[in-house]
């Protein structure tokens, strides 16, 4: 079965650096997502993105957060300068097609750790 | 409004009985309800879902009763077992505006004792 990768699954990095962190969703997805989950609290929605444009934000996601989607197959997320409280597991999502089935299936996550 | 309130926090079973956890919600334009499974150290794993225009939905052990006009929907594990153990989220979609970020509830630690 089809599933989301990504990578790295750990992570640990200095306040102030810059991180990306990758993903490979289900090859004919078409809706790409991240979230994030500090430890021991619920999932909350970072950004959506389709046809290489940025759908949707939350307010958590502000300007030192960055999407890419490289190539055909890689999703990434960039954190500009890493802070203290950015530390918390990033899950990518994705979809196949939004406008029929709503689902979104989840990796398994990176874990962040911003020292 | 884009709150989604999940109960009980935690919740210990015995094994074969019923689980069930549940979740309101206020805002009228959440048109998609998921349920999720999350073990330790993995990502959340799509469980079940309903669409607003049903009330009830089973799939093997798992239902989901929903009810629109109270804005309120829960998750029923029958039979439950040591491996339904968990943390499980409900999270519903606002489809205004083109978007379908999922908003998630806060969770419910779930333990089966055997």
């Known amino acids: 079965e089809p599933e989301v990768t990504q990578t790295p699954s750990h992570q640990v990095t200095q306040m102030g650096q810059e991180v990306i962190l990758r993903c490979v969703p289900i090859?004919?997805?078409?809706?790409f997502y991240w979230y994030r989950q500090i430890l021991g609290q619920k999932v909350e929605f970072l950004v959506s993105?389709?046809?290489?444009?940025?759908?949707?934000k939350s307010e958590i996601f502000d300007d030192q957060f960055s999407v890419e989607r490289p190539d055909g197959s890689n999703f990434t997320l960039k954190i500009r300068s890493t802070k203290l409280e950015d530390s918390a597991m990033y899950f990518c999502?994705?979809?196949?097609?939004?406008?029929?089935?709503?689902?979104?299936?989840f990796g398994p996550g990176t874990r962040l750790t911003v020292t | 409004q884009q709150q989604v309130k999940q109960s009980p926090q935690s919740l210990i079973v015995q094994k074969g009985g019923i689980s069930i956890i549940n979740c309101a919600y206020e805002n009228t334009a959440f048109d998609y309800f998921p349920w999720y499974q999350q073990f330790p150290g993995k990502g959340p794993a799509l469980l079940i879902a309903?669409?607003?225009?049903?009330s009830e939905k089973k799939e093997g052990r798992f239902t989901i009763s929903f009810n629109k006009s109270a804005k309120q929907f829960s998750l029923h594990i029958m039979d439950s077992q040591p491996g339904d153990s968990a943390t499980y989220f409900c999270?519903?979609?606002?489809?205004?505006?083109?978007?379908?970020?999922?908003?998630f509830g806060k969770g419910t630690h779930l333990i089966i004792q055997p």
């Open positions: 090859s004919n997805h078409l809706y």
């Open positions: 993105f389709y046809n290489n444009e940025i759908s949707e």
């Open positions: 309903i669409r607003p225009d049903v």
């Open positions: 999502a994705s979809n196949r097609d939004r406008g029929v089935t709503y689902e979104q299936y």
């Open positions: 999270a519903a979609r606002d489809s205004g505006g083109g978007a379908d970020g999922l908003t």
